[in-house]
């Protein structure tokens, strides 16, 4: 079973200088009402660390204090 599941996997490869939107989890604040988005803001990768976790920046160069995971942002194209 596992063998017919990898074959479907892509992994995500994010490079710095990227730029990416980040999921709002459901235990977030933003999340708690009926109509809320479902992605937040235009990050740009400032650094990718080991396992899959990625430093981003606000679009002014300001570092978010929260390392985030590869699995819960997706690539955001201009």
């Known amino acids: 079973m596992a063998c017919a599941y990898n ?3 892509q ?3 994010f490079e710095e200088g990227q730029l990416v939107l980040k999921c709002i989890l459901p235990h977030q604040e933003e999340a708690k ?3 809320s ?3 937040q803001g235009s990050y740009l990768i400032k650094e ?3 396992k899959g976790a990625l430093q981003h920046t606000d679009m002014e160069g300001k570092i978010i204090g929260m390392v985030v995971n590869a699995d819960a942002v997706k690539r955001y194209y201009i």
Do not use: E, G, T, Y
Request: overall charge positive; proline content about 7%.
């Open 7 to 9: 074959k479907k996997v």
């Open 11 to 13: 992994p995500r490869h």
């Open 33 to 35: 009402r009926k109509f």
């Open 37 to 39: 988005l479902n992605w």
């Open 48 to 50: 990718v660390l080991s």
